[in-house]
């Protein structure tokens, strides 16, 4: 197979800043993507646990094999962007936005049905639906992602986008995390419960991924050649070569790694070590108010002191409050402040993730000569999705190591099991990420802002 080797030429569109609205827009996708991908992070393995009833090691298996599945579909999605996305004049992402919600949705739903089988048939059924769930949410969530690259250059507004993506997603975050409990309990059963509220969100999430369609748009576009170049193992190579893409890499793995494994066990440890499950939509309430504080607040810091050092402060805020919770004494006053601060500290680079991937795209394009979005960006979830097989493999087979028994009393030893899942793992994966980030991410304001100008100079 061939496929066109691109050049980009920077319009002079490429200056224009971006409009509140078209930043609050793109915020809305990954409020979208959020209805979904938290539903899942969530409460799926309380679900499968609980509800459906399926064992805890039999969940982490599922969870490993499909998203490491759904980490090469990504990579997958990336090329044929890069090779067919170039002709569609609506641009090379966007129209994914338009369609592909659509999908995403109807597995959703199917996700947390609960039909009546066999223990062998309701494995088969969540390998199913739990695999083309994943290939639904990476044909719209590669796109979504890839698309900031190409909306500006200017590093304020990138840096802008991400706080503004950030900011959507913890909107998306807080729907699931304070609303799906109370409406669940509003039905007859959670066999009800569940798919329902994933349907009302699955509506909401079509309407903003439209919105996010109609008022964005795409600034770099891209030019091809009458050179055709084979899809061949340079592509990957280029990016592997890319340093600083590395350093984001292993720091996203860890850091996801902290908030998933966190997130996944959270329901766990609210109802059997707090013993009051009504308090995690608090918490998530509480998490959403410091969000808005931060994405406030992010420009700015991010400005005055560069998005790396606020990245490693947040790593160490969150390293002190989840080690400081493994080892006071447990109770509602206690966990509620500590968690929410180590929340923040892990939000910080999380939101800033964002900006970085733009940032070393554009480094690629700077070493290389060769822009590369969609493949860059889908190798860079490919990671992402490892890591959430990691954590998803991790949350679901500690309740089996630790001897969680659902629905019922716990032991001691769980109820450690539970802490040390929570707050401890979490702890140690800010540490390893804080170290990889320092020494590892080479790429200051200062560099990015001379890169950028060294682009723009090669274009005009």
């Known amino acids: 197979m061939e496929n066109l080797k691109e050049e980009y030429v920077e319009k002079a569109v490429t200056t224009e800043k971006l409009s509140m609205k078209e930043k609050l827009s793109y915020g809305l996708g990954d409020t979208a993507n959020n209805l979904a991908f938290s539903m899942v ?20 298996t599922l969870f490993l094999v499909a998203r490491i599945l759904d980490a090469f579909t990504d990579t997958m999605m990336g090329v044929i962007i890069d090779r067919f996305g ?37 494995i088969v059924y969540a390998y199913v639906t739990y695999i083309l769930f994943g290939m639904a949410y990476t044909v719209i969530n590669i796109p979504y992602g ?37 409406l669940v309990n509003l ?4 066999q009800i419960g569940y798919p329902a509220v994933v349907a009302m969100m699955g509506v909401i999430a079509l309407i903003f991924y439209y919105i ?39 720091m996203t793995f ?9 997130q996944s066990v959270g329901m ?64 509602e006053m206690t966990v509620l402040p500590l968690l929410v601060l180590g929340m923040m500290g892990i939000t910080i680079p999380n939101m800033l993730m964002w900006a970085f991937i733009s940032d070393v795209i554009d480094y690629g394009e700077w070493k290389s000569g060769i822009r590369q979005e969609g493949t860059t960006y889908s190798l ?48 140690i994966a800010c540490v390893v990420s804080f170290i990889i980030f320092k020494f590892g991410y080479t790429l200051s304001d200062e560099k990015l802002e001379e890169i950028a100008a060294d682009l723009d100079a090669k274009q005009s």
Not at 96 to 106: D, R, S
Not at 254 to 262: D, G, H, Y
């Open 146 to 182: 890839s698309m900031a690259s190409v909306m500006t250059r200017d590093s304020g507004d990138r840096a802008a986008l991400s706080s503004f993506r950030g900011l959507g997603s913890m909107v998306g975050i807080f729907f699931v995390g304070v609303g799906v409990v109370p």
């Open 268 to 331: 766990y440890y609210f109802k059997y070590v707090l013993d009051n499950e009504m308090l995690f939509p608090v918490f998530n309430a509480l998490n959403i108010g410091a969000t808005v504080v931060i994405v406030m607040l992010l420009p700015k810091l991010s400005k005055k002191f560069g998005k790396k050092n606020v990245s490693l402060f947040g790593f160490a805020l969150a390293t002190v409050a989840f080690a400081l919770l493994f080892v006071v004494p447990i109770s």
């Open 86 to 122: 170039g002709n569609n004049p609506n641009g090379r992402f966007r129209p994914y936005l338009k369609w592909a919600g659509i999908p995403l949705v109807v597995m959703s739903v199917l996700l947390f049905l609960s039909p009546d089988l066999s223990d062998g048939g309701k």
């Open 254 to 262: 860890f850091v996801l790694s902290a908030m998933l494994i966190n």
């Open 212 to 250: 996010t369609y109609r008022n964005t748009k795409e600034r770099i576009k891209p030019v091809a050649s009458a050179k055709p170049e084979k899809i061949n193992m340079q592509m990957i190579t280029r990016i592997i070569k890319n340093g600083p893409f590395l350093a984001l890499c292993g």
């Open 41 to 60: 992070s969530t409460y799926l393995l309380v679900f499968y646990t609980d509800v459906f009833g399926i064992a805890a090691a039999v969940v982490a």
């Open 187 to 190: 039905f007859s059963s959670p």
């Open 380 to 427: 860079y979830s490919f990671l992402r999705k490892v890591s959430q097989a990691i954590a998803g493999f991790v949350g679901a087979m500690g309740l089996t190591i630790i001897g969680y028994v659902p629905n019922a009393v716990q032991t001691a030893d769980t109820i450690l099991g539970l802490e040390v899942l929570m707050v401890l793992l979490p702890a």
